[in-house]
C-alpha cells in the first residue's frame, strides 16, 4: 500500500498516535490490544479489525449507580477480561474521527495506565484503505491487572468546583456554535439532552471540536492546529487548560489535541460539561457568539 | 386488523382505545409481534436480534434511487438517516422508507423495527402508537437511554409527517 505516512514526529507525543499501518503491522504483537469504540454500539459487531476488542463506554466505564466512571477495581476487572496488563499497548480506533475513542482513552488515563494511543483516522480510514475487517469475535485472553491505588481526578479530570476556580484562565467550549451561543441545548442533528439553559461558560472559547479533524478523520498538522488553538482560540501558552462539551465525549477529543499533540502542560476535561453546568443552581453563564465577562466573585 | 377499526381509532371512545396513555395500549399487531421478539429476549439477544434488523432494512424502492436528497433527513438522530412516506388516500395507509448508511447499524436497525412495525398501517393506527415505543422494545440497557432516543424522534417524525399530510388533504380532519 502506497499511502503517504504523516510524520508524527510533528507533535509534541509523537507515541500518542498510530498509523493503519503500524496497526496492520503491530496488531498480533502479544503486547498490544486493540480496542474498538464507536458511538454506534452495533458496529463493532458489522466487521472490525480482527483481534480488535468492543469497548461501549456507555455501559463498560461508568459506574451503574453514581454519574462516574468506574472505580479503579473494576476499571482492572474491566481491562483484564479485555487482555490488557499494566504493560500492554492499548491502541483504541472508532468511528466519528474517533471522538468516542478518544473518550475511551481519557478514561484509561485517569487510571494511570501508561502506553495508549490512537490509530490516526480510526474505522474510516482502516476501512478506506480496504484493509481487513472481520465479524469473528475473538474472546481475551484473560490477562492480571492489579487494581491502581486509585483514579486520579485531578491531573486531567476538572469538577464544577475546578471550573469555578479556574474562570480567567483559558477555557475551550468544543460544541457547536448553536448549542455555544445558547440557541440550541443540544448538539445539530442530537435529540435533546435536556438543560436548563442555553448558553457557555463565561470567558470559554468558542472551538467545535471536529476543527482538529481532516476529512479522512485523521488529525490536522500540528501547525493548522496551533493555528486553530494557540492562535485563533487564544490559549497562547496557557499553563492550564480546561476542555467541555456537553457530557465530556467530545471534549475527550480536543483534550487528546491540547494534551498530547500540542503539548500543553496542565490540560483537563470537565465531562460533567454542559449537562451539568446548564442545569446547576447558581452557575454563572453566557449567552451569544462572545464569551463573555468572567463573574466578579 | 381490518378498515373499520382504524377508522374509528382517535375520541369515539371505543373499548379497546380508551386506556391512552396506559402501558396497556393495544399496538397494531405487526408491532407488539415485533415488540414481543424483543420482550423474550436476555440483554445480549436483544443487540444481535437488533443487528439482524438493521441486516433487513429493506433497499430503497428504485424511484428513491436518485439518492437521499429527495428524501427527509430526520436531523434528531445521530447518524444520517431518511425518511420519506408514501399515502394511499382512499385506504387512509401510509407506506414508510428509511434509508441509513452502513456504517451505522443501530440507526438502521431502529428503522427496521419502525418499517415493520409501521409500515402499510392506517394513519391513525400510526398515530395511536404510544411514544413510549423504544422502551417497551426493554432495549434500555443494552443500548442506554440516550442512543433510543433517536428511535423517538424518528416515532416523532413520521408521525408530524402524516399530521401535515392530513392537514394539507382534508383541513377539517386535521386536529
Given at each position: 500500500?502506497?499511502?503517504?505516512e504523516?510524520?508524527f ?9 498510530v498509523?493503519t ?9 502479544p ?7 464507536n ?12 483481534g ?6 456507555h455501559t ?10 468506574l ?10 477480561s ?6 500492554t499497548t ?44 472481520t ?6 485472553q484473560p490477562?492480571?491487572?492489579p ?7 485531578s ?6 468546583e475546578?471550573?469555578l ?24 442533528g ?24 481532516n ?15 494557540t ?7 496557557a ?27 496542565n ?11 446548564g ?19 | ?5 382504524a377508522q ?5 371512545g371505543?373499548a ?21 421478539e424483543?420482550?423474550?429476549?436476555e440483554e ?6 437488533l ?25 434528531e438522530?445521530q ?28 440507526t438502521r ?6 418499517h415493520?412495525?409501521l ?18 422494545l426493554?432495549l ?13 424522534a424518528?416515532?416523532?417524525?413520521i ?10 388533504t ?6
Amino acid at each position: 500500500m502506497t499511502t503517504t505516512e504523516k510524520d508524527f514526529s510533528q507533535y509534541a507525543n509523537p507515541d500518542a498516535l498510530v498509523s493503519t499501518d503500524w496497526v496492520a503491522q503491530h496488531k498480533d504483537d502479544p503486547s498490544v490490544v486493540l480496542l474498538e469504540s464507536n458511538e454506534d454500539v452495533l458496529l463493532f459487531e458489522t466487521g472490525h479489525i480482527p483481534g480488535a476488542q468492543k469497548i461501549d463506554w456507555h455501559t463498560d466505564l461508568n459506574d451503574p449507580v453514581t454519574r462516574d466512571f468506574l472505580g479503579p477495581q473494576q476499571f482492572a476487572e474491566f481491562a483484564a477480561s479485555k487482555g490488557i496488563t499494566p504493560e500492554t499497548t492499548v491502541v483504541f480506533y472508532g468511528d466519528k474521527s474517533n471522538w468516542w475513542a478518544a473518550y475511551a482513552l481519557w478514561v484509561f488515563t485517569l487510571f494511570g495506565h501508561q502506553d495508549l494511543r490512537l490509530m490516526d483516522g480510526g474505522r474510516l480510514k482502516w476501512a478506506a484503505e480496504g484493509r481487513e475487517l472481520t465479524t469473528e469475535t475473538s474472546p481475551a485472553q484473560p490477562a492480571e491487572y492489579p487494581a491502581p491505588a486509585s483514579r486520579d481526578d485531578s491531573t486531567f479530570r476538572a469538577f464544577r468546583e475546578d471550573v469555578l476556580a479556574h474562570l480567567g484562565k483559558p477555557l475551550v467550549d468544543v460544541r457547536s456554535p448553536l448549542e455555544y451561543s445558547g440557541e440550541r441545548t443540544h448538539m445539530e442533528g442530537y435529540e435533546q439532552e435536556g438543560a436548563m439553559r442555553g448558553g457557555h461558560i463565561p470567558s470559554a472559547a468558542s472551538v467545535p471540536w471536529a476543527k482538529a479533524a481532516n476529512e479522512d478523520g485523521t488529525f490536522r498538522s500540528r501547525a493548522e492546529l496551533e493555528q486553530i488553538y494557540t492562535e485563533q482560540a487564544g490559549l497562547g501558552q496557557a499553563d492550564e487548560v480546561i476542555a467541555y462539551c456537553r457530557i465530556g465525549e467530545r471534549s475527550s477529543h480536543t483534550w487528546f489535541v491540547l494534551q498530547h499533540l500540542l503539548g500543553y502542560d496542565n490540560v483537563r476535561n470537565y465531562d460533567g460539561s454542559w449537562t451539568e453546568w446548564g442545569n446547576a443552581v447558581r452557575l454563572p453563564i453566557a449567552t451569544g457568539e462572545q464569551p463573555g465577562e468572567v463573574p466578579a466573585r | 386488523m381490518s378498515d373499520q377499526d382504524a377508522q374509528t381509532a382517535p375520541g369515539t371512545g371505543s373499548a379497546h382505545t380508551a386506556e391512552s396513555g396506559s402501558s396497556s395500549t393495544e399496538l397494531p399487531a405487526q408491532l407488539a409481534e415485533v415488540v414481543e421478539e424483543f420482550a423474550e429476549l436476555e440483554e445480549r439477544q436483544k443487540l444481535e436480534l437488533l443487528l439482524e434488523f438493521s441486516r433487513e432494512l429493506p433497499e430503497l424502492p428504485a424511484r428513491y434511487t436518485g439518492g437521499y436528497g429527495q428524501m427527509e433527513e430526520v436531523v434528531e438522530c445521530q447518524t444520517p438517516l431518511f425518511l420519506t412516506v408514501e399515502y394511499d388516500d382512499d385506504a387512509g395507509t401510509a407506506q414508510l422508507f428509511f434509508a441509513a448508511p452502513p456504517e451505522a447499524p443501530t440507526t438502521r436497525g431502529f428503522a427496521a423495527i419502525l418499517h415493520e412495525g409501521l409500515s402499510g398501517l392506517s394513519f391513525e393506527q400510526i398515530l395511536a402508537v404510544p411514544e413510549d415505543l423504544s422502551e417497551r422494545l426493554g432495549l434500555a440497557r443494552a443500548i442506554t437511554p440516550l442512543r433510543l432516543r433517536g428511535m423517538t424522534a424518528m416515532l416523532g417524525r413520521i408521525k408530524r409527517n402524516i399530521r401535515a399530510h392530513l392537514a394539507e388533504t382534508d383541513p377539517a380532519q386535521a386536529g
